[in-house]
């Protein structure tokens, strides 16, 4: 069985229900990019209709570590390193992290940029895993924000901007900027592991249900209800991540408020499993 990709890439990959390959007359290498292959490739059945299985996709980025090339994120991670050092020459106070989940990390998963749902944060020029810096500070202020970790909300509408969040109530009404900026964190030196993961929920047609009507009273779970396995891509290794900003101590205090978060709440979706 060959399934076609939709559009202008259909003339380049085409898949047999497995593994996605170049047509005839075509290659695809390993550092491929994965974000236009994630993004740009919607797989058609021969009836026009969307196939429900990316696996192929999936099995892609897990085989070819979404186009990782180590010697290529050694040289990223380099311009990174230079990147940091122009900004300390130029006066700015820079804080170097290293972020390396326990198990996996499932970042992006929400995201909806691809036909089949494929949901995972990919840098914007290269197509590798990243963690967005606006994730980052989102997590950071969500520690901040609850009441038992001692910051005041002035300091976190300082630090982080506002408005935010803070004990249950809104910061001030008028927009600000935060004096530290959140870099997204890239792989460290070394490429990460991607792998495929995957959920079974139970009780589709009752979360279907519940989710499509909230007035109608929803389909009762059962066990009969046939369990519905769910891919999704997972990435785990070690990430660098900085902060950098005109005060030093609040840099200090964000990278306090990360490390907390990271420890305590964890990032991504999934964090109940590591």
Known sequence: M??????????????????????????????????????????LLDDGTLADKPHPLLRWAADSQLGQQTDLVRQVAGRRALAVEALRARGQAVTRLRAEPQWRLAVGLGNRANAHEIGLSLHGTYGWPVIPG????????????????????????????????????????????????FLDAIPAGGRVTVAVDVLTPHVKPY?????????????????????????????????????YGPDADHVRQAAEWLIAAGDGLGAGAKTAAG
């Open 134 to 181: 606006s994730s980052l500070k989102g997590l950071a202020a969500a520690w901040a924000a609850d009441p038992d970790s001692g910051a005041e909300e002035a300091e976190v509408t300082r630090i982080l901007g506002g408005p935010r969040p803070s004990a249950g109530k809104r910061g001030p009404a008028e927009a600000r900027q935060g004096t530290v900026r």
């Open 2 to 43: 060959t399934i076609r990709a939709a559009g202008p890439l259909g003339r380049v990959i085409e898949s047999d229900g497995t593994v996605i390959k170049a047509r005839t007359g075509y290659q695809l290498k390993p550092d491929a990019s994965a974000l236009i292959l994630l993004s740009r490739v919607a797989l």
């Open 207 to 243: 979360y279907d249900s519940a989710a499509k009507d909230s007035r109608k009273t929803p389909v009762p779970p059962a066990e009969y209800h046939n369990p519905v396995p769910v891919n999704f891509l997972t990435v785990s290794g070690a990430f660098a991540v900085d902060l």
